[in-house]
């Protein structure tokens, strides 16, 4: 499976951006539709933070900070999942990586190593 992100940006603060996630390479034993897709970010000097996920039946997970300005989604017969950003503020610079994995618990959504196939990231910068 490889996953590649793209959408980043440069925005001003209070902005928008919609960051896409392509998967391919699925076999029909495992098709998208049964991962779970996060987004993660990391921003220089700090590590790397859980965002939001969305599972295979739809049910989504945000961090607090996001909680009301992005939303996760995801279309299973195009293999992509999205995050769109809105209100976005400084602090959400960071570069933005997606992940899917098979079979995650809910326990374990926001656990980066949770996850199997990673995204080569995309830059988002906010600037104020």
């Known amino acids: 499976v490889q996953l590649q992100a793209s959408g980043g940006g440069l925005v001003q603060a209070g902005g928008s951006l919609r960051l896409s996630c392509a998967s391919s390479?699925?076999?029909?034993?495992?098709?998208?539709?049964?991962?779970?897709m996060g987004w993660f970010r990391q921003a220089p000097g700090k590590e790397r933070e859980f965002v939001a996920a969305?599972?295979?039946?739809?049910?989504?997970v945000y961090t607090d900070s996001v909680k009301g300005r992005f939303t996760i989604s995801r279309d299973n017969a195009l293999n992509t999942g999205y995050l769109e950003m809105n209100t976005l503020k400084a602090d959400d610079t960071a570069v933005y990586y997606c992940?899917?994995?098979?079979?995650?618990?809910?326990?374990?959504?926001?656990?980066?190593?949770?996850?199997?196939?990673w995204g080569q990231g995309t830059q988002v910068t906010v600037s104020s």
């Open positions: 390479g699925h076999t029909s034993g495992r098709s998208f539709s049964s991962y779970t």
């Open positions: 969305i599972r295979y039946n739809r049910h989504t």
């Open positions: 992940a899917a994995g098979d079979g995650i618990i809910l326990s374990s959504i926001r656990r980066a190593g949770a996850y199997t196939y």
